[in-house]
């Protein structure tokens, strides 16, 4: 079974008030145990689906499943992200890894 990680890098604001965003860094990977440092998603579908909740465009998600095919992993740069769409990502993926 494969895993797609999700890694969310925060790039801090480059105005004084402005918005942080963050770096996505999706890879897919054989599954492992104990694996804390990036948020699991036991499919491309379920995190697709996730990420489109937050606001990332079918284009961008069809260039990134057209990428991890190929090279297993895809960034995508400048997502701006509020603090509910982060705990979305986080609590999406709790929720999966409870149903498996």
């Known amino acids: 079974m494969e895993l797609c990680k ?3 890098l925060k790039h801090h604001p480059k105005l004084p008030n ?3 965003t963050y770096q996505l860094l999706i890879a897919r990977e054989a599954s492992q145990s ?3 440092q ?8 379920s995190l697709a689906r996730t990420l489109a909740s937050v606001g990332v465009g079918e284009t961008e998600l069809q260039d990134a499943k057209a990428e991890l095919d ?3 992993h895809y960034k995508i740069t400048g997502v701006s992200l509020s ?4 705990e979305l990502l986080s609590a999406s ?7 498996r």
Request: glycine content about 10%.
């Open 18 to 20: 402005g918005p942080a």
């Open 93 to 99: 993926s709790d929720e999966l890894g409870k149903t």
């Open 38 to 45: 990036s948020v699991n998603f036991p499919s491309w579908d």
């Open 34 to 36: 104990g694996s804390v």
């Open 70 to 72: 190929v090279n297993r």
């Open 83 to 86: 603090p509910a769409q982060i």
């Open 6 to 8: 999700l890694h969310m």
